[in-house]
């Protein structure tokens, strides 16, 4: 039999499991802020905050999220088999699924959001510098990059919203 579990249910064990590995929506809404500021004066953090409360109530990014945390949380309690135990757990560079995830949850929010997403993996903004290097406080292996693909989704959708507004603008002027 199929039970169906409520979107809003998804959402709030998503947040819940964000916040328990250390990682608030207000963190993130701060890298947010960060890559979109120069493109966007006007822009204010809860701006950027409600950017991702919307990109964390879409199923794909939550059930990225999900996975990632949970397999994160496997590799903590030595329950992955060998050799992927150890290549989780030292978040071998050459492993590249954690990105890969990563980048998958980005692909709803188009090229925007995939640069993006790149730039922070190789620049590690707040809580993501955080995350990848915290030595011996836990695995995050996934979690730094879902991290930075719910902040290129959310800077994406901002960017896209400026640029709708903007167009808005010009459309009313030519009237």
Request: charged share 30%; glycine share 6%; proline share 1%.
């Amino acid at each position: 039999m199929y039970t169906r579990i409520h979107s809003r249910e998804v959402k709030k064990a998503t947040v819940n499991l964000l916040e328990e590995r250390g990682v608030s929506v207000k963190e993130i809404a701060e890298i947010v802020y960060e890559m979109q500021l120069p493109y966007n004066h006007n822009l204010t953090i809860e701006d950027c905050t409600e950017s991702v409360e919307a990109v964390l109530a879409k199923r794909e990014i939550q059930h990225a999220i999900l996975v990632g945390i949970e397999l994160d949380r496997l590799a903590e309690k030595k329950l992955l088999s060998e050799p992927l135990q150890t290549i989780v757990e030292s978040d071998e560079g050459l492993f590249g699924i954690d990105e890969t995830i990563g980048l998958g949850a980005v692909l709803t929010y188009g090229s925007i959001a995939v640069t993006t997403y790149g730039h922070l993996d190789k620049r590690k903004i707040g809580i993501i510098k955080k995350l990848d290097t915290k030595s011996g406080a836990g695995v995050h292996t996934f979690l730094d990059d879902l991290v930075a693909s719910v902040a290129a989704c959310a800077a994406s959708r901002i960017a896209h919203k400026q640029r709708d507004l903007e167009e808005l603008v010009v459309d009313l002027e030519s009237k």
